[in-house]
């Protein structure tokens, strides 16, 4: 059990250029997300997906683009790669949870980052 | 906007309990309360939840008011390691709200 694993782990593009943030998850969860965080401003939102086939759009979602694969992936991409876009880029995955009948909850797990620099 | 409020930093000493304040005065009666911390370069990692009851796990203790307004997270025996920014959260259907910029957290020796 891998939980949330992206790729790649680093990256550094030029201006203009394109790439995709790869992020699978192993936990069959339905809600997918995709974050950034930058210095000082918390983890922001860029887009969700509360279930396959469907995506929409986060706190801060100018610049990018997602598909929702299927259930297990769900990917970002960044088609003209801005400096304003070098960040640490991370992607989760959420499910309901319960305990018998009874629903615990909906814990939010994370990968572990992807770092992208725009020179 | 995260709908909660949390000191900016805080320190505490090693092998001190630690006590991290949350203000959630809007919370609805079905709403939970969550707790991750971010260690440094890390994704965040989830610590624990509770909706009314406290709670406690082999990371933490969760105590929610009576009137769930507020809660404590507490760290029993702050260690190095525990150095890190600290979120709470709120939960109910959805996981869209923001995160906001937690409570950075200093264990000092």
């Known amino acids: 059990n891998a939980g949330v694993t992206q790729t790649p782990k680093f990256q550094v593009l030029k201006t203009g250029q394109s790439m995709t943030l790869q992020c699978a998850q192993d936990m069959n969860h339905n809600s997918m997300y995709w974050y950034r965080q930058d210095p000082g401003m918390g983890l922001r939102l860029i887009y969700y997906?509360?279930?396959?086939?469907?995506?929409d759009k986060g706190e801060v979602p100018n610049g990018y683009n997602v598909s929702r694969l299927n259930k297990r992936e769900f990917s970002l991409r960044l088609e003209s790669a801005a400096p304003s876009q070098t960040s640490v880029y991370f992607c989760?995955?959420?499910?309901?949870?319960?305990?018998?009948?009874?629903?615990?909850?909906?814990?939010?797990?994370f990968g572990e980052g992807s770092w992208l620099t725009v020179v | 906007d995260a709908k909660t409020t949390q000191p900016p930093s805080m320190d505490c000493a090693e092998g001190r309990a630690a006590n991290l304040p949350c203000n959630h005065s809007?919370?609805?009666?079905?709403?939970?309360v969550y707790w991750y911390r971010q260690i440094h370069s890390q994704g965040p990692q989830y610590i624990i939840h509770?909706?009314?009851n406290n709670e406690t796990n082999e990371m933490a203790s969760l105590i929610i008011t009576e009137d769930r307004k507020s809660s404590t997270l507490i760290l029993p025996h702050a260690t190095l390691r525990d150095t890190a920014v600290y979120y709470c959260?709120?939960?109910?259907?959805?996981?869209?709200?923001?995160f906001g910029k937690g409570n950075q957290v200093v264990v000092i020796p």
């Open positions: 959260r709120r939960y109910y259907g959805n996981n869209r709200l923001a």
């Open positions: 989760a995955s959420s499910g309901p949870e319960r305990t018998g009948i009874a629903l615990k909850g909906n814990t939010i797990y």
């Open positions: 997906s509360a279930s396959e086939g469907t995506t």
């Open positions: 509770g909706l009314k």
């Open positions: 809007t919370i609805s009666g079905n709403e939970y």
